[in-house]
């Protein structure tokens, strides 16, 4: 979890898979750790002919389900979609706009890190407690933050 005391890029974060951090959800280590292996089975779906940055993202929903995504290229980069948006859209098809996600795991095949996008968090946003955890892959190594560390205020603008 990330502690404060530094920004928030990926490759500047002193945090590590803590147990303490986990107190603030109902998902625990071994269940956030099964979430990111899933994330990674989801990767090797990658469309990504362009970038060859394979990523996949798995939700955890308060429902128990798990709900897969992974990345879809398009040669119009600004048309790609992200892992975290492909679950998140599959997770509103499949039961429906009432969804939540008690937690978020990221990933790709290529080892490096690759926290949410900007976007992404603010799809997640729509969803997702603040004090819900995301696990990605960093540059020194796995971490997990609340979705309020990494979209800080992002649950405060919420219009409806």
Do not use: H
Request: aromatic share 6%.
């Amino acid at each position: 979890m990330y502690t404060g005391g530094c920004d928030a890029l990926a490759s500047n974060l002193d945090c590590l898979w803590d147990v303490g951090a986990f107190m603030m959800t109902d998902v625990n280590q071994r269940e956030l750790e099964k979430l990111f292996e899933v994330a990674r089975k989801a990767a090797e779906n990658s469309y990504s002919p362009y970038s060859e940055f394979r990523v996949g993202a798995a939700l955890r929903l308060t429902n128990g389900e798990i709900v897969t995504g992974t990345n879809v290229e398009s040669v119009s980069y600004g048309l790609t979609i992200c892992a975290e948006r492909a679950a998140v859209a599959r997770a509103v098809t499949e039961f429906g706009p009432k969804i939540r996600i008690a937690a978020t795991a990221v990933t790709n095949l290529n080892g490096k890190a690759s926290p949410p996008c900007g976007a992404c968090r603010q799809v997640l946003a729509e969803f997702m407690a603040p004090d819900a955890p995301v696990v990605f892959p960093a540059a020194d190594g796995t971490r997990t933050m609340t979705l309020s560390e990494l979209l800080p205020l992002g649950t405060e603008m919420k219009l409806k």
